[in-house]
């Protein structure tokens, strides 16, 4: 079985697919930016290492934060919070998250939480 794709749009800086295979859709999107990365050994789930070059847990948090902020989904708090535990460079994101959470105040008194 292959996916089929559905939809396609591909931008400058950005691209947009819906891919569907037998009742399956799936939703892909990616904006290209220019990002520092580090090369990281994951684990497969046969047990294999791979190497992928990928954000630090510092540029994860400040994708998820500026995320947050665009579109207020509650996952991306999760994501926030499971990253801090990965943080070995905490002023790179300070003044951020405290801007987050200033934001989140402020919606709070308002009502409007997420």
Same mark, same amino acid.
């Given at each position: 079985m292959l996916f089929v794709i559905e939809k %396609? %749009? *591909?931008?400058?800086k950005s691209l947009y697919s819906t891919l569907k295979m037998d009742r399956t859709?799936? !939703?892909?999107?990616?904006?290209?930016?220019?990002?520092e990365g580090v090369l990281?050994?994951?684990?497969k789930a046969d047990g294999n290492l791979i190497t992928?070059?990928?954000l630090t847990a510092e540029g994860? *948090?400040?994708e998820k934060v500026e995320a947050y902020l665009k579109r207020l989904k509650i996952r991306d708090l999760y994501d926030i919070f499971f990253?801090?535990?990965y943080v070995t460079?905490?002023?790179l994101v300070k /003044?951020? =998250?405290? /801007?987050? =959470? $200033? $934001?989140?105040?402020?919606? !709070?008194?308002?009502?409007?939480?997420?």
């Amino acid at each position: 079985m292959l996916f089929v794709i559905e939809k %396609k %749009k *591909i931008g400058e800086k950005s691209l947009y697919s819906t891919l569907k295979m037998d009742r399956t859709s799936v !939703r892909f999107e990616a904006i290209f930016k220019k990002h520092e990365g580090v090369l990281k050994e994951y684990q497969k789930a046969d047990g294999n290492l791979i190497t992928v070059y990928t954000l630090t847990a510092e540029g994860f *948090i400040l994708e998820k934060v500026e995320a947050y902020l665009k579109r207020l989904k509650i996952r991306d708090l999760y994501d926030i919070f499971f990253l801090m535990r990965y943080v070995t460079k905490s002023h790179l994101v300070k /003044d951020r =998250l405290r /801007d987050l =959470l $200033n $934001n989140y105040r402020a919606r !709070r008194k308002r009502g409007r939480w997420f």
